[in-house]
């Protein structure tokens, strides 16, 4: 009887909580970004994302200067677009090899993003492409490089 008493007087409870609007779930308009090279395994590394405002630009032009140990707050990105001007990134991110995917929260639209790696002998490889962000939706960039001893601009070929 007294489990029957408890079940009635909760059921009520129950039954309006269950039903609330607030458990909509809303995805954040965000993008997902990892490095990877072509070797079977764990085949991330780490890699740098530059994002740049939407444009046409030229990705050979692209130029990074990374933090150095006196100036550790200081990194820069720039890129010029096909008028010869300088457009700096407004948003550097880094996933490192083995952690998975970084992420950036951001407003839809249009963003030309540069994913930077090292290369074999440490010199510097990108590849370059326009992503559409969409409101409430993750995109996800997986930028993979193949021939880890290039040098400079290569092609994005998914």
Do not use: H
């Not at 290369?119 to 409430?136: M, T």
């Amino acid at each position: 009887m007294k489990n029957t008493l408890f079940m009635l007087a909760m059921l009520p409870i129950l039954l309006f909580t269950s039903c609330s609007k607030d458990d909509d779930l809303v995805i954040e308009t965000q993008v997902l970004y990892i490095a990877k090279n072509t070797y079977s395994g764990d085949n991330t590394i780490t890699g740098t994302f530059c994002f740049f405002k939407d444009g046409d630009y030229d990705p050979t032009t692209f130029k990074y200067t990374p933090q150095s140990e006196f100036y550790s707050d200081w990194e820069d990105a720039t890129i010029k677009n096909q008028k010869g001007e300088n457009i700096k990134s407004f948003f550097i991110g880094i996933s490192l090899k083995g952690k998975g995917y970084g992420t950036y929260k951001c407003d839809p639209g249009t963003y030309y993003v540069v994913a930077l790696v090292k290369n074999r002998s440490f010199g510097q490889l990108w590849k370059a492409q326009k992503i559409q962000v969409e409101k409430n939706k993750i995109t996800r960039i997986d930028a993979i490089f193949g021939d880890m001893s290039a040098e400079g601009y290569v092609e994005w070929n998914d």
